[in-house]
T-cell receptor, first 115, second 113 residues
Framework: AQSVAQPEDQVNVAEGNPLTVKCTYS??????LFWYVQYPNRGLQFLLK??????LVKGSYGFEAEFNKSQTSFHLKKPSALVSDSALYFC?????????????FGRGTSLIVHP | EAQVTQNPRYLITVTGKKLTVTCSQN?????MSWYRQDPGLGLRQIYY???????DKGDVPEGYKVSRKEKRNFPLILESPSPNQTSLYFC????????????FGPGTRLTVL
């Protein structure tokens, strides 16, 4: 079975400061890892993904994520937060060994960026 | 425009009255899935489909049915809705060629009284 943990329900950061949203996972085989963002009253939008290759993945809106195989983590980062980054962020994973080809999502982390 | 559409966007109904939420995608994706989103529980998978006539249960399938008769459509059926199915529902589609990046519909907010 595959699973995702987002240990923080909410992350607060001041505008201009770096932000990190944490994600750890458990899968069979190598992981495909994803981050999605949900703005109020909207569906989820794809931000970035790790499939293979460089452990640092760059995505939309200046976000990046680092894949750490030994720690089974895929934390989302941004060097300088904007108020407009305030949203709900979901980490997702699916394994490449057996089982469903549909990713499993975490519970989500609410990011609040204060002016 | 490439998109996933859901209808209706909002629905208030009563316990036991059968309803269908439609989902359609115009990207020729093989995979489609349904999720429900509840506060504190995040996104939970209800059913998924790998292709036409191929469906399987997700994490919370009780009380739901799906069908995949055409590649573009994946309706979610609630035969006898109950108040605990009040939720925000999302349909999504993806393709192995896209390495499973999912495209989500706008959501359907369902209230069962």
């Amino acid at each position: 079975a595959q699973s995702v943990a987002q240990p923080e329900d909410q992350v607060n950061v001041a505008e201009g400061n770096p932000l990190t949203v944490k994600c750890t996972y458990s899968v069979s085989g190598n992981p495909y890892l994803f981050w999605y963002v949900q703005y109020p009253n909207r569906g989820l939008q794809f931000l970035l993904k790790y499939i293979t290759g460089d452990n640092l993945v760059k995505g939309s809106y200046g976000f990046e994520a680092e894949f750490n195989k030994s720690q089974t983590s895929f934390h989302l980062k941004k060097p300088s937060a904007l108020v407009s980054d305030s949203a709900l962020y979901f980490c997702a994973v699916r394994g490449t060994s057996g089982g469903s080809y549909i990713p499993t999502f975490g519970r989500g982390t609410s990011l609040i960026v204060h002016p | 425009e490439a998109q996933v559409t859901q209808n209706p966007r909002y629905l208030i109904t009563v316990t036991g009255k059968k309803l269908t939420v439609t989902c359609s995608q115009n990207m020729n994706h093989e995979y489609m899935s349904w999720y429900r989103q509840d506060p504190g529980l995040g996104l939970r998978q209800i059913y998924y489909s790998m292709n036409v006539e191929v469906t399987d249960k997700g994490d919370v399938p009780e009380g739901y049915k799906v069908s995949r008769k055409e590649k573009r459509n994946f309706p979610l059926i609630l035969e006898s809705p109950s108040p605990n199915q009040t939720s925000l529902y999302f349909c999504a589609s993806s393709s192995p060629g896209l390495q499973d990046t999912q495209y989500f519909g706008p959501g359907t907010r369902l209230t069962v009284l």
